[in-house]
């Protein structure tokens, strides 16, 4: 049994990741960005000497993807500079690093599931960011650090596709979505699966996809979320990216490959689908997130 310790811990993916280790029966502390800003060394320093983690996750991030384009320099002290000082520590302390990135940091142009460790080019100030955390992470000296990238999330604790297309489908609106982005709806609680299975097997350090596997688009998903609550698919009805004009390009193709799972002898997340099947009794348990005007 390992002691844990996750930062971000109040995101939708830290709740979930939190909750699935305590399950599994490990010491783990959850630390939101309240009772941890991850960019004070002073701050990362002290925490890691109070808790002493055999293993840290880094889900804190700065993830306002468009206001990054006008505010990269901020964004990078969370997402670039903080993780090479947290990576730092933990190399010094011993401390496996497992940091959450995206498919961002690729430039969305493939028609095949991208590798692992296919050269990053990315086209965001967003995707740049994170680009720096990976490389922080992967170039530290002495450090078990792995990255795992991960796509589309949804889950039951904070606003995502997914909740807004539920609460549309029980509100009885009609919904316009994009039908030329592709890539892998993943629900938060197979990404945290995943990355207890990281540790549990003792998996090599480097880069892993933790995304669901098979590929659709935002139009094809928001059909499958009215399907499963009981509306009317036909509903949704496609539109164009350009309809949709925004200051960060997203990315046409957010399909990711997941060839280091076999390579680690485990099992990646399965099809899109199945897991979402799986997710909604959780995400309808709950009031569905009100869409924003």
Request: with cysteine; hydrophobic share 45%.
């Amino acid at each position: 049994m390992s002691r844990w310790l996750v930062t971000g811990a109040r995101g939708m993916l830290g709740r979930d990741l939190v909750a699935v280790l305590e399950r599994r029966g490990e010491t783990v502390t959850g630390l939101s960005r309240s009772d941890l800003d991850i960019t004070d060394p002073g701050a990362v320093r002290d925490a890691l000497a109070r808790w002493q983690p055999a293993v840290v996750v880094n889900c804190a991030a700065w993830t306002a993807v468009d206001d990054a384009e006008t505010r990269e320099a901020d964004a990078l002290r969370i997402n670039g500079t903080a993780v090479a000082a947290l990576a730092a520590e933990c190399a010094a302390r011993g401390s496996a690093l497992i940091h959450l990135s995206t498919d961002y940091v690729f430039d969305g142009q493939a028609r095949e599931p991208y590798p692992e460790l296919t050269g990053a080019a990315p086209r965001t100030a967003y995707g740049r960011t994170k680009l720096a955390g990976e490389q922080a992470v992967l170039g530290q000296p002495g450090l078990a650090g792995y990255v795992v990238r991960t796509a589309w999330l949804y889950g039951a604790h904070g606003r995502n596709f997914v909740s807004t297309m539920i609460a549309k489908a029980r509100g009885g609106t009609d919904v316009g979505v994009v039908d030329d982005q592709y890539g892998q709806p993943t629900w938060t609680v197979d990404v945290a699966l995943q990355v207890a299975a990281l540790v549990e097997t003792g998996a090599t350090p480097g880069v892993y996809h933790a995304t669901s596997s098979g590929r659709t688009t935002w139009f094809g998903l928001a059909g499958e979320v009215f399907r499963q609550a009981g509306a009317d698919p036909a509903r949704v009805r496609p539109i164009g990216s350009a309809a949709l004009a925004r200051p960060a390009a997203r990315p046409g193709y957010s399909v990711l490959g997941h060839a280091a799972w076999a390579r680690a002898g485990l099992e990646p997340i399965g099809d899109w689908r199945t897991a979402l099947h799986r997710a909604f009794p959780v995400l309808t348990a709950v009031p569905a997130v009100t869409p924003a005007p």
